[in-house]
């Protein structure tokens, strides 16, 4: 009923001599005690005559108008890119860790007594690349660790790095979770050799089959963030260097 009084209202104004209502907008639609619309401040925009100022506050509103969007626009921008910043600074150090650079805060070593560590790398890689074009064996690389990224999401544990064809993940930091880090630890090692021996295929090089050599051991480490522009999560300790012994030393 409120539409249909504006309607009528304004069908009155356009038969009148007025012809229009020249500034119409819901600050002059108002409301009386039977919950009537009553049209106001008709016709004042033709009764006088545009002088500078009026032109200039004019401008000035569609301006405000115009910055406030623009603004809008760019914070809503800002927004998207904070987004795809922290999705890649989660992506190479703890969320926990991150929070805290981000603010500014120390990230101290801290010492957990037991987790377990887990090495990998490629039986015959430099064979490999030495029957391969660097783009072959990057594009190889990508494949194999896009593979092992998704099939570690299953699992409770933290991937550390890669270097070349070595694959390093823990359990156990930077969250503990008790004495459940060697299993999960060993059931992710299981299902990466799984998926390498049955679904992995070299695509310059189909008929050679991928072959991991795997380390793992289980003790104390300390971890922290080493480095500014580039800061990294970095374990330290006697179980990082005998998890990774094991792995060289694999058969």
């Known amino acids: 009923s409120l539409i249909f ?43 006088r005559e545009t002088n500078l100022v009026d032109s200039l506050f004019q401008r000035l509103q ?54 377990t560590v887990y090495f990998s790398d490629i039986v015959g890689f430099s064979d490999i690349c030495h029957r391969s074009e660097p783009l072959e064996v990057v594009r190889m690389l990508n494949e194999l660790y896009t593979m092992f990224d998704q099939i570690i999401d299953s699992f409770d544990v933290y991937k550390i ?9 823990v359990s156990g930091l930077p969250e503990r979770n008790g004495e459940n880090h060697a299993r999960e630890i060993a059931r992710m090692a299981l299902s990466l050799r799984g998926s390498v021996l049955n679904n992995f295929v070299i695509e310059h090089l ?11 051991h289980t003790g104390p480490v300390v971890a922290g963030v080493v480095g500014m522009k580039m800061p990294r999560y970095c374990l330290f300790g006697d179980t990082v260097n005998t998890a990774a012994r094991m792995e060289q030393t694999g058969k």
């Open 206 to 216: 189909p008929n050679e089959r991928l072959k991991l050599r795997i380390g793992i």
């Open 62 to 115: 569609q301006y405000s108008y115009s910055l406030e969007e623009k603004v809008e626009e760019k914070t809503e921008q800002y927004r998207a890119e904070k987004e795809k910043s922290d999705s890649l600074l989660y992506q190479m150090l703890p969320k926990m860790v991150a929070e805290r650079l981000k603010m500014n805060f120390d990230v101290r070593p801290e010492t957990y007594d037991n987790v």
């Open 5 to 47: 009084d504006i309607v009528k209202g304004m069908l009155y104004i356009h038969h009148s001599p007025l012809r229009s209502h020249g500034n119409l907008k819901p600050s002059n639609c108002l409301i009386d005690s039977r919950f009537m619309v009553k049209l106001t401040d008709f016709g004042l925009i033709s009764q």
């Open 161 to 169: 790095e890669t270097i070349g064809d070595a694959y390093m993940v």
